[in-house]
């Protein structure tokens, strides 16, 4: 077993005063690829809001790289891809402008020297929008807009990625250049944790899924098979309830 | 040429470029953020400053400035901690501002409303040189700021949350903004008065956006705006005696439609080259033969 990147142990959150999370433990190793699965409302998008900051915590602790959240500071290992909003900004940006911004945790006072803009470059090719690098954000469909907020996260060439419904509303032509572009990150050792609605063309990438259900973890551990109709072709959508009958079931609220 | 010969023309000239310069360039964040209208809160707040200067006979650019920067912190304040009641608070500051201006002006000795006046919609004849000298200090931090850190600014206004990823100081930042936009206020305050401020700091940008995709072209033409709708106002107001930050706000309005009329066609070219670029060869609209032809089996 590797260090551990990610650690949640015991973590509780509230929206107002709905408890959101009610416990979560989560252990993501160097290397590992964890798939956040749940229904809507399960807290999947909470729990990695959370480990980003953005969310308070109302007990419970996160260490990221083995420092305590509160404490983290060396946030160019991080490369975070947000849950997609259709809201722009008031004032066009370019592809390029976007993609920059990911970089900053590395450059020096916000002055980008030339191996920060080859970095930027690299990243736009990776998940093939270096063609489009001087257009306005404006101008791209969904999945082409998905493609640029990945890209700004390789920008500063992470170690561990986080991302919120990478898959959500993208195109069958963008899924499959995301799902090559997770590969290569992958097999370059980037650890990846990432909130998924269901496996679909990341399955094969994915070490370990862990399920939550009402705040709570349901299950951790290999993902789970599709069973029935749903293992047809076409049919990818994961559901749950269907894993509650394998075998590692922790519930979180034991802990 | 020959107003360039009068001292008084030659401060109101000055101080013409450098509001034309820093108010788009603080505006442009500020639309960015969606924030286009925080400079006429921050105008209001100023108000009571202006009083106090006239109240306690100091000057009233530094002391609109001070009360300004006051007001732009606690309205960042509000945006963080107040969530739903946030307006009403935001509401109070800004009549409360407005108040207070005309009453520490009437309060002021030998002080009238009048006074007040040059201060709402400007007043160049009055520019004094040790007005000017505050202008030049101030509108140099301004531009310090918004050009020294375009990136980290331009990054916390289109993605906040992204922003704290990257480990960049964005409470730290959005204050700087909101401080710098408070002496962009105060930095205009004198050519087109604080109730017409936020109009110079939202429509070069406005309009700039018309022609741009990106944020640096956008910064870019709404600073080359700005600076030639104040210098053409100021000299229009000297041959034709029309204050003159009226006249430079109605034109402004007026580029922003003319650039929106010249931009129509160019959007619709870049749309074209766009679905073509993406090789789906279907052109963007649909295309209607140009004449009829006999096949059509229409009489021509």
């Not at chain 1, 809001?49 to 996160?62: A, F, H, K, M, N």
């Not at chain 1, 290999?222 to 894993?243: C, E, F, S, Y």
């Not at chain 2, 100021?234 to 204050?243: G, L, N």
Request: aromatic share 4%.
């Amino acid at each position: 077993m590797g260090e551990s990147v990610i650690r949640l142990r015991g973590v509780r959150a509230d929206l107002g005063s709905r408890p959101v999370l009610r416990g979560i433990d989560l252990t993501v190793r160097r290397g590992e690829v964890v798939a956040l699965l749940g229904a809507n409302g399960s807290g999947k998008s909470t729990a990695i809001r959370s480990i980003i900051g953005q969310v308070p915590l109302s007990g419970g602790e996160i260490e990221l790289f083995g420092t305590p959240r509160r404490r983290f500071r060396d946030w160019r290992r991080v490369g975070y891809v947000p849950q997609r909003t259709t809201a722009a900004g008031g004032v066009p940006a370019t592809v390029t402008e976007v993609v920059s911004t990911g970089r900053l945790s590395r450059a020096r006072f916000g002055v980008l020297r030339k191996a920060d803009h080859d970095a930027v470059r690299a990243a736009l090719e990776q998940v093939g929008m270096a063609d489009r690098a001087k257009d306005s954000v404006d101008a791209l469909s969904g999945g082409q807009h998905q493609r640029v907020l990945i890209a700004r996260a390789l920008a500063s060439e992470p170690e561990l990625l986080i991302m919120d419904e990478p898959m959500a509303g993208v195109d069958l032509a963008s899924q499959e250049v995301l799902a090559a572009t997770l590969r290569g990150q992958v097999a370059a050792g980037v650890t990846v944790l990432l909130v998924l609605h269901e496996l679909g063309p990341l399955e094969p990438l994915i070490d370990r899924a862990v399920v939550l259900r009402d705040g709570c973890v349901l299950h951790d551990g290999p993902p789970p098979k599709a069973v029935g109709q749903h293992a047809l072709p076409g049919h990818d959508h994961v559901h749950p309830h269907d894993t509650a009958g394998t075998d590692s079931i922790r519930t979180g609220l034991l802990s | 040429m020959d107003f360039l010969n009068y001292a008084l023309m030659q401060r109101a000239l000055l101080a013409a470029v450098l509001v034309g310069i820093t108010a788009p360039a603080i505006g442009v964040y500020l639309v960015q953020r969606r924030q286009a209208l925080m400079g006429d809160g921050i105008g209001h707040v100023a108000m009571t400053g202006v009083g106090l200067g006239f109240l306690l006979n100091t000057s009233p650019v530094w002391m609109a400035t001070a009360v300004s920067v006051l007001g732009a912190v606690l309205m960042e304040l509000i945006r963080w901690y107040g969530r739903a009641r946030g307006d009403i608070a935001l509401a109070m500051l800004f009549y409360g501002g407005m108040a207070g201006g005309v009453m520490f002006t009437n309060l002021a000795p030998g002080g009238s409303n009048a006074n007040l006046m040059s201060y709402l919609f400007g007043s160049l004849s009055t520019v004094s040189p040790s007005d000017v000298v505050a202008i030049c200090l101030l509108a140099a931090f301004v531009v310090l700021v918004t050009v020294g850190l375009r990136r980290q600014l331009f990054a916390v206004s289109q993605d906040e949350e992204f922003a704290r990823v990257t480990g960049l100081p964005v409470r730290a930042l959005n204050l700087l903004t909101a401080v710098t936009a408070a002496v962009t206020v105060t930095v205009a305050m004198r050519v087109v008065g604080l109730l017409l401020v936020s109009a110079l700091m939202v429509v070069p940008v406005a309009a700039a956006q018309q022609l741009s995709r990106s944020f640096a072209a956008t910064f870019a033409i709404s600073v080359a705006l700005g600076v030639t709708v104040t210098l053409s106002g100021t000299i229009t107001s000297y041959y034709q005696d029309v204050p003159p930050g009226a006249t430079i706000v109605l034109m402004t309005i007026a580029a922003f439609i003319a650039l929106t009329a010249l931009a129509a066609p160019l959007a619709r070219r870049r749309a074209r080259a766009a679905a073509a670029a993406q090789g789906d060869g279907d052109p963007a609209e649909c295309t209607i033969p140009a004449t009829r032809s006999a096949g059509d089996g229409v009489e021509v």
